[in-house]
């Protein structure tokens, strides 16, 4: 059986429009299955940021680890990682931990019953049977929607369903990839964040030159492997509902490694004013875009989907265009956060080690948030925020007696 | 040193009459090791029945999932399977976690010290070192039965011993997965269900032929790979325990596929009816056996266990005679549940999913209630039943009031 | 990159003297990291001797058991094992389980982002942003240590640090392995316990003869692969530390397997006798060696490491000279425990199974061991001796009540 075929039941709902297809994913204003990274909107960004704030200030008492680790001791979640992936693996690994989730795995569908001409919807079932929640990675761009889909059926027909997260699917979507990318941007640009909680050490540095607060009004200036990044496509997604958004696409003149042209009009359609360079060193209406970037979101030249022609592109490409240097940061502004999906290629060297002692080296930041974000997102769908919130209040209390 | 060399210690063992060998994995009524499915005694049977379905009733609370998560907190187990299994692997460690078992696992034998020519049963005295529990899946038929000889050795020498839980081992035995059958056709066939908690949604159904409480006075249609089928074999043998059992074995008329010579025989002298055919289709004084039958059990063919010759006979056969169909369903009996050890070979279809949404479809909850029943079997084991009990008492005094 | 690239930013810190580094891997008078044996004090191990008594103790009852899995329950673990492992892999698992601290692992370098080009410092980096201490097993040699050094560093740039385990590293250290060698030894040669807690079967033989109390004043004989062996080397840095310490090493007369030169002569600086032969029967001074034993420490051959050279010198050895047998023990010391770091080759058979029966075999309770003496290590790192301390005493005072 070939996947289209395993599939072609989900063919007619896959192909409905997104719209309609968003409110299958929730209930009740909440996130029923993550599947896509256009479920993000501003407003559910803004209330996992507060959860995730809240988290990673319980997380720092021995109590408010104990407390935080008995919210939702009662779940068991499936880990099903067919794709290789230890970050995002071990990011979920960590924020189900911290909520007391028991975890569980699948990596190889090798040594699965798929081995067993099981299909991949029963496998889903199975493991829906024994757990509570499902996080899948796979490189199927669409099996994940559709397991939403089987989901939703069951719960139709008033048979057991458990909630889907989407943890990385083809080349298409990492929808939580998106929401620990925009945690950190809110927390980077917040207001309110008191001298004890501040984001960043380099906030501080911000005080003289006032940013405005949020995502909004701000350029964000991209670089790297554009083309196949699914990371800096759902990103810069879910940032084009802010206002007052330029985004700065930085790559190498190049089909595979430049940005998708469906996705740049989808983005200018929303308003988003986009430009592509090819070269960090390029300039725009005569000034350096470093110096005008209020971001800036760096990406790995992804050579484990290179073709032959692909390697014989770049080999002859100069990808020092793409890196950035001490030179380079220091024409940036001094707020504006470096970013990286990771891993970097220490090869390449697209972010050298010497660039980690700079205050707005933000990317181990980063992937820490993501444990907080996820442990957020976790709590949100299992509708455990009130109760959060209650163990978050008493905290405060008992610190302030 | 090849394995009977290394077995060869507990050869006279071995070749001991069932009857004494039954006696020495159990201590005051109670299974001290789960070796093979002769231990599951009727009474047994409804003791773990009963506990499985108050886990099972717990579990559908928070609170109730917090103390069954309490249960076992102080045990460790370890989770043995050279052979690939995703199916049981994961239901016990289901079972495990929802009682705070702490799982451990080792998979793959060639990654373990037996690479650097440590003995297994070196390897099995270090997991009873640092494990409270060893649950144990292989090819090697013997290998959990001298597993718990060597615990009960070490036991009478006043060292440390831990139980063996096999699960399925060699071509032969497979009790857990006999447990789990067991549990879903003893609730199928139960009149003790309330509204509330019926077992399944074709119960009403049944409301009005009356059928006999329990696994007696039954047909059963066993359907598929019967020759190799280890659950087939232990399910088969624990059933003929009860009263007036009939069996009905549909399988392709081939000496690789069909029953056991030696277990049919076995079967007869326990006063099971027993009768062979080659199609669903077949007929028994002139009635159909699909009609017959108060339950059916499918299985797959097991392809991985296909020699060439083999294949090539597989090749041949009409394998549409041992698939069920709409049609084919459409003419069994309102009450007979569909039963399957799972997982189903989505090529060969021997249940398509067209038949997932009939009421008689047991597979997924069957798969789900070998959670409940490895959780109530652990239960048993370490002699937490009445601790089980006094839970699910205080469980429902506090609901009524 | 190769990894001397790799850590050459670590270089000189590498080559500083050995006192120098062993203090920057403590903090006030605790270990902050544990890289190398030579940091195992005879204080320290007294301590950690003491704790892992009490956890011992503790893990008796199921209330003991549980207010141990709270002491660290607020703690994730990663395991970060590259070199295949089960003994020692498990035996920190379960040492974690016991004190509640989550587990994670990391077995294959090649599933992790390393495959993408990754350096292993942001690996390492990743993890510590996830988890609260990194146990890690490598061939590369300096690595942990280098790992220790990163952390220092981040510690100094008051950012995320956490504390790192050499779980084996190269040819040269397996620190916990002498902890818990030495742990087995302080257990067998200690005064203190009562006969309700006695540490072996065996002390009662020793009443008529009495021994010196402590690893001092000792004859330790070690045989096998001594040139390979990181555990011996490590064990005997340690012993070489108490006073009136005697070294019997018995290998082949072969470069690769006998005791390394600089280790001997770094030995005899620290005042121990050392004496090599190459037959478990010589003797010394007219007297067999093994009679004049208090410890015999056994090791096997390791051929996982052989070149081909290797081979067909081992081919020509007498390998029975390096095996024990009823008859080499029945003239050994009636007190001297006979110890094994295991595996031990079933093949070889340095040590038959018939010995394990004797009481002095304690190499299945020196495995056993090794689960207590790494808990007792995590609770001292972790800075929670104090409370296990608490949560001891008064189970004392609920018994005696």
Chains 1, 2, 3 share one sequence.
């Not at 980690?356 to 930041?365: C, E, G, L, V």
Request: proline letters at 4%.
């Amino acid at each position: 059986m070939n996947p289209d075929d395993e599939f072609s039941e989900f063919g007619e709902q896959l192909r409905r429009p997104l719209d309609v297809k968003l409110s299958e994913f929730q209930r009740n204003g909440r996130l029923k299955h993550l599947i896509l990274a256009s479920q993000l909107d501003s407003e559910l960004l803004e209330r996992l940021r507060r959860m995730a704030d809240m988290i990673r200030h319980l997380s720092r008492t021995r109590q408010g680890n104990l407390r935080l680790k008995g919210l939702l001791a009662h779940r068991r979640a499936m880990l099903y990682f067919t794709q290789p992936s230890t970050r995002t693996f071990l990011s979920f690994m960590a924020a189900c931990q911290i909520l007391g989730v028991t975890c569980n795995e699948v990596r190889d569908a090798a040594t699965s019953s798929e081995s067993k001409r099981e299909s991949r919807m029963d496998s889903i079932r199975m493991f829906s049977s024994y757990f509570d929640v499902i996080i899948m990675r796979t490189v199927i761009p669409c099996f994940s929607e559709c397991c939403a889909f089987l989901m939703n059926r069951l719960e139709s027909a008033s048979m057991r369903s458990v909630p889907i997260i989407n943890a990385g699917s083809g080349a298409d979507e990492h929808p939580t990839q998106a929401l620990l990318d925009m945690y950190t941007i809110l927390r980077t640009f917040s207001e309110d964040y008191t001298q004890e909680s501040k984001p960043s050490r380099f906030v501080a540095q911000q005080s003289g030159k006032p940013v405005e607060a949020g995502p909004g009004h701000k350029t964000y200036l991209f670089c790297g492997d554009l083309g196949r990044g699914r990371t800096v496509r759902s990103l810069a997604s879910v940032l084009s509902q802010y206002e007052k958004v330029r985004m700065f696409f930085v790559s190498p003149d190049n089909d595979v490694l430049r940005m998708e042209r469906k996705l740049l009009e989808r983005l200018r359609n929303s308003g988003v004013e986009c430009e592509e360079f090819h070269s960090l060193d390029a300039t725009i209406d005569g000034r350096p875009i470093l110096e005008e970037a209020d971001c800036l979101y760096m990406t790995r030249i992804q050579r484990e989907h290179n073709s032959s022609v692909d390697e014989q592109n770049q080999s002859e490409m100069n990808l020092a265009d793409f890196r950035i240097t001490p030179e380079r940061t220091s024409r940036m502004r001094s707020w504006a956060p470096i970013m990286h999906p990771f891993p970097r290629d220490s090869v390449t060297g697209e972010i050298p080690v010497s660039i980690d002692a700079d205050p707005r080296a933000m990317y181990f930041r980063q992937a820490r948030n993501g444990m907080w974000a996820r442990a957020a997102l976790l709590v949100h769908m299992f509708d455990a925020s009130e109760e959060l919130m209650e163990i978050y209040s008493n905290r405060q209390f008992h610190q302030a007696t």
